[in-house]
């Protein structure tokens, strides 16, 4: 009923931006608000963004406020997550989930997730 495929990941320097794609499909209601988790090697998962699709609200987590901005095209349904000044240890699988409801950054409270994209950051 509801999917969601994370696209975009790659590797990249240090200092350099990917863009980071969550094609959601499904029921608007099941994806009123997505999130971008990430997990790296060894470490829990951490929310990273969160955004509502029927409003302009966002959040972010501290170690990317400022670098990494997440947005949506209203039109294709695709929320996108551009991040900029990348570091390496923002080095991780990156996944979009979706939730019914705004606890932006708790991962627990989002029922559908995507299978992830891997973005590398070398110094």
């Known amino acids: 009923q509801v999917q969601l495929v994370e696209s975009g990941g790659g590797a990249v320097q240090a200092g350099g931006s990917l863009r980071l794609s969550c094609a959601a499909s499904g029921s608007p209601g099941s994806t009123k608000y997505i999130g971008w988790f990430r997990q790296g090697p060894g470490k829990e998962r951490e929310g990273v963004a969160a955004l509502f699709t029927g409003g302009n609200s966002t959040y972010y987590a501290d170690s990317v406020k400022g670098r990494f901005t997440i947005s949506r095209d209203s039109a294709e349904g695709t929320v996108y997550l551009q991040m900029n000044s990348l570091r390496p240890e923002d080095t991780a699988i990156y996944y979009c989930?979706?939730?019914?409801?705004?606890?932006?950054?708790?991962?627990?409270?989002?029922?559908?997730w995507g299978q992830g994209t891997q973005v590398t950051v070398s110094s």
């Open positions: 989930a979706a939730s019914t409801r705004w606890v932006p950054l708790s991962a627990a409270q989002y029922k559908y």
